[in-house]
């Protein structure tokens, strides 16, 4: 599951399943061992299903069916898998079905059950609500997106779970520019930037903080701090696309976003196949070619409708005029679906409307910020 092969998992899944099925059937007759062992293969069915997506119902099924067993410690109790295998967005993740975004209701349901049942002691708990965080931010659901952000980053800094912290500050950082605070967004990341030792975790800062450059215009900072296009991290590739995009160079842009839809469409990451398309639409209306835009955003609306991206337009505002073109097409309006033409509706209203949540701050960022603007330096702070 954690490679992504989800073929082989079932095979695997159903092979334990035949060996398990007289204890499935009469779990609280088995011994201590053979209840762990029920319970352990719950939780990897449940992994199983969530993974696939659009299959919560059936993993609140199994992970109630997991907390009326009682567990006895064991030598699995210490083993430790990290979810996030090393990526910023926590949405390319198995985990997160990769990018197979479920409602708001169904997100909440899987959340409770991690933070208010036993559950909440495994493993998975934490990566369970960075998901929350990152799904319920591209709802635009900030004040959700929010709480579980802080949540993950207090306890993951406990921790010392820098796969999970760094891509919830990254998370933050787009609330923040989201919001108009790119330069507190700078600043936050620049803070920690200086405590971070691993040099995949710096780096995905550097393009997070490149981001805000190109936010604030300032492109030649932003190309010091991205790696010309040469990192095999997708997240670093698309905002190096966004770099040229700001640059005018739309036909390496196109090119480089051409081969991040090839790896995305080989993998099925939900998330960057919409991203990396939105950046297409947004290279085609910058050199003038609407219908083009209208074209690459016909094959990918249905899909962003399925999951309701909104952030992923919204971060990119670029893209809305595309959008505005094709809902008056003549022929993208009579062959899109009415629920595709209402998605598109709602994404135009939510630009429209001025007043966006605050984000706010903790007493932590606040203190951080005094500081700075008292003029004390890094080690000082």
């Known amino acids: ?84 295998n090393l990526e910023v967005n926590v949405l390319r993740t198995g985990l997160a079905s990769k990018g197979q975004l479920v409602s708001t209701a169904q997100m909440e349901d899987v959340i409770a059950l991690f933070r208010y049942t036993n ?65 507190t967004a700078l600043v936050m990341l620049e803070q920690q930037l200086q405590k971070v030792t691993q040099t995949h975790w710096q780096n995905a800062f550097k393009t997070m903080i490149a981001q805000c450059y190109l936010e604030l215009d300032d492109l030649d900072n932003a190309k010091k701090l991205l ?58 209306v910058k050199m003038s070619n609407v219908e083009l835009a209208c074209h690459a955003l016909h094959h990918v609306l249905p899909l962003a409708q399925k999951h309701y991206y909104l952030r992923l337009f919204l971060d990119n505002r670029d893209v809305l005029q595309a959008l505005k073109h094709y809902a008056q097409h003549a022929t993208f309006s009579m062959i899109a679906s009415h629920d595709v033409l209402q998605y598109v509706a709602h994404i135009l209203a939510q630009d429209e409307q001025t007043s966006t949540a605050a984000l706010t ?13 008292e003029g004390n330096s890094n080690k000082e702070i």
């Not at 995009?245 to 480089?256: F, G, V």
């Open 1 to 84: 599951i954690l490679t992504l092969d989800f073929t082989f998992a079932e095979k695997l899944q159903h092979i334990i399943e035949q060996r398990l099925q007289n204890e499935l059937a009469n779990p609280h007759e088995q011994s201590a061992e053979k209840v762990n062992c029920c319970m352990y293969f719950l939780s990897a069915k449940a992994m199983f299903y969530s993974a696939l997506g659009n299959r919560l119902p059936e993993v609140k099924q199994l992970l109630q069916q997991r907390l009326e067993l009682t567990y006895t410690p064991d030598r699995w109790r210490s083993f430790t898998i990290d979810y996030s």
């Open 119 to 183: 559950l909440q002691r495994i493993g998975v708990a934490l990566h369970i609500f960075s998901v929350g965080a990152a799904m319920f931010y591209e709802h635009n659901e900030f004040e959700k997106a929010q709480h579980e952000m802080e949540y993950v980053i207090q306890a993951s800094l406990s921790a010392n779970l820098p796969q999970l912290y760094i891509p919830m500050y990254i998370l933050k950082a787009k609330m923040l520019i989201a919001n108009n605070q790119v330069q």
């Open 227 to 284: 790696n010309a296009g040469h990192s095999f991290y997708i997240f670093d590739r698309l905002i190096y696309a966004k770099l040229l995009i700001k640059e005018q160079n739309y036909s390496e842009a196109l090119r480089i976003i051409s081969d991040i839809q090839l790896i995305a469409n080989e993998e099925q990451q939900i998330a960057t196949i919409i991203e990396a398309t939105i950046f297409e639409a947004i290279c085609h």
């Open 361 to 373: 701050l903790t007493e932590r960022d606040q203190a951080i910020l005094t500081l700075i603007a």
